[in-house]
């Protein structure tokens, strides 16, 4: 697999990770509410993570993470 695809592939688990962490959140926090549940928390869950300035900012996010994480193997001191 190209090196580049690795990359791609790197960024993509980092925004499934965040949806993923982000929705634990949500579904377990719309237990405490009272009108809550599971459906509840799942459908507010998809309504936050479809909009697009959060997609925006998560897709961001791991670019710029996965870009420093390179950034910094390629010129890291070697002593």
Known sequence: MPPVMNKVIDVLI???LTAGVVFIIVVANSFLMARGGSAAGFRLWLSFIGRPDILG????????TVGYLIWQQRYRPRG
């Open 14 to 16: 980092a925004i499934a």
């Open 57 to 64: 900012i998560m897709v961001l996010t791991a670019s710029v």
